[in-house]
C-alpha cells in the first residue's frame, strides 16, 4: 500500500510560526511533525509516500531527502501557488498513488494509530480512523455505528475524523456530481475538499470505521503544537 501525506495547506492558524516554515515541518518532541508519520509508515511496512505541497514547498525535499534515511521512497509533488485542497491533491496524486487503495494522513496532526492495522481492502470506498472529539470541535463529524459503518445522518454522538484512513481511487468516482459547479472544479488541475466526496460516499453504505483509543491530537494552533511538545519531551 503506497500513503500520501496532505502537506499543502498554509497553515494560517498556526501563524506566525508557518510564515517561514510549513505546518508539516513544525517540530514537536524534537523532530517534524511529518517525520513522526515518516518513521510510523516505515515501521508498518510502507515504502511509497506522496508528499503534497504548496506553501513553502520547496523547504519539504532540503528536509527530507529522498526517504531513503527511513528506508522510504519519497515523492514530493509541488501543486503550485494555490493548494488543490484535499480531493483535489489526492485526484492530482492517483498516477503515484495508483489503481490500489492507499492510506491518508494528515500531515498536521499527531496520532499512535497503528497503520500497519489498517484494512489494506476496505468495504467500499473508505475506512476512516475516529477519535474522541477535542476540546476545540465537542459536536465530532460522524457516527460509528455497531455493525462498523460509518455515516453523516442522524442524532447519535458523533466521533471526530482524525485524519487517518484508507481510500480507495473510487472515493473520486463522478466527483464533478458531487462538488457541483464550484469555482474550484473549473480551474486546472481542479481544486476540492474530499469531505464532500466521504459524505456522498456515506449516504450509500461506502464507508466504514474504527474508533482509536489511543492517542491523537491536531495540531492546528501555535498553543496545541506546545502542548504535544511537552508530551513528547
Same mark, same amino acid.
Given at each position: 500500500?503506497?500513503?500520501?501525506?496532505?502537506?499543502?495547506?498554509?497553515?494560517?492558524?498556526?501563524?506566525?510560526?508557518?510564515?517561514?516554515?510549513?505546518?508539516?515541518?513544525?517540530?514537536?518532541?524534537?523532530?517534524?511533525?511529518?517525520?513522526? $508519520?515518516? %518513521?510510523?509508515?516505515?515501521?508498518?511496512?510502507?515504502?511509497?509516500?506522496?508528499?503534497?505541497?504548496? @506553501?513553502?514547498?520547496?523547504?519539504?525535499?532540503?528536509?527530507?531527502?529522498?526517504?531513503?534515511? @527511513?528506508?522510504?521512497?519519497?515523492?514530493?509533488?509541488? %501543486?503550485?501557488?494555490? &493548494?488543490? %485542497?484535499?480531493?483535489?491533491?489526492?485526484?492530482?496524486?492517483? &498516477?503515484?498513488?495508483?489503481?490500489?487503495?492507499?492510506?491518508?494522513?494528515?500531515?498536521?496532526? @499527531?496520532?499512535?494509530?497503528?497503520?500497519?492495522?489498517?484494512?489494506?481492502?476496505?468495504?467500499?470506498?473508505?475506512?476512516?480512523?475516529?477519535?474522541?472529539?477535542?476540546?476545540?470541535?465537542?459536536?465530532?463529524?460522524?457516527?460509528?455505528?455497531?455493525?462498523?459503518?460509518?455515516? +453523516?445522518?442522524?442524532?447519535?454522538?458523533?466521533?471526530?475524523?482524525?485524519?487517518?484512513?484508507?481510500?480507495?481511487?473510487?472515493?473520486?468516482?463522478? @466527483?464533478?456530481?458531487?462538488?457541483? +459547479?464550484?469555482?474550484?472544479?473549473?480551474?486546472?488541475?481542479?481544486?476540492?475538499?474530499?469531505?464532500?466526496?466521504?459524505?456522498?460516499?456515506?449516504? $450509500?453504505?461506502?464507508?466504514?470505521?474504527?474508533?482509536?483509543?489511543?492517542?491523537?491530537?491536531?495540531?492546528?494552533?501555535? %498553543?496545541?503544537?506546545?502542548?504535544?511538545?511537552?508530551?513528547?519531551?
Amino acid at each position: 500500500m503506497k500513503a500520501i501525506i496532505f502537506s499543502a495547506g498554509k497553515g494560517e492558524r498556526m501563524r506566525p510560526l508557518t510564515l517561514t516554515t510549513p505546518k508539516p515541518l513544525l517540530v514537536a518532541g524534537g523532530k517534524p511533525l511529518i517525520v513522526w $508519520h515518516l %518513521e510510523q509508515l516505515a515501521a508498518a511496512g510502507f515504502s511509497d509516500v506522496v508528499i503534497n505541497t504548496s @506553501w513553502l514547498g520547496d523547504q519539504f525535499e532540503p528536509a527530507l531527502g529522498d526517504g531513503s534515511r @527511513w528506508g522510504l521512497r519519497l515523492h514530493v509533488i509541488d %501543486e503550485g501557488s494555490v &493548494p488543490l %485542497e484535499t480531493g483535489g491533491g489526492i485526484l492530482n496524486a492517483l &498516477p503515484l498513488l495508483g489503481d490500489a487503495p492507499f492510506l491518508v494522513v494528515n500531515g498536521d496532526v @499527531w496520532t499512535d494509530v497503528d497503520f500497519a492495522a489498517l484494512p489494506k481492502q476496505p468495504d467500499g470506498d473508505a475506512h476512516l480512523v475516529l477519535v474522541d472529539n477535542p476540546v476545540q470541535h465537542p459536536r465530532g463529524d460522524f457516527i460509528l455505528h455497531g455493525d462498523g459503518t460509518v455515516s +453523516d445522518a442522524g442524532d447519535a454522538p458523533r466521533l471526530t475524523y482524525a485524519g487517518v484512513g484508507v481510500f480507495r481511487p473510487s472515493i473520486l468516482d463522478g @466527483w464533478r456530481d458531487v462538488i457541483g +459547479d464550484t469555482e474550484g472544479a473549473s480551474t486546472t488541475p481542479p481544486q476540492f475538499g474530499l469531505a464532500p466526496l466521504m459524505r456522498h460516499a456515506m449516504a $450509500h453504505g461506502r464507508v466504514t470505521g474504527l474508533h482509536h483509543r489511543g492517542r491523537w491530537a491536531d495540531v492546528g494552533t501555535p %498553543e496545541r503544537l506546545a502542548a504535544l511538545d511537552a508530551t513528547l519531551r
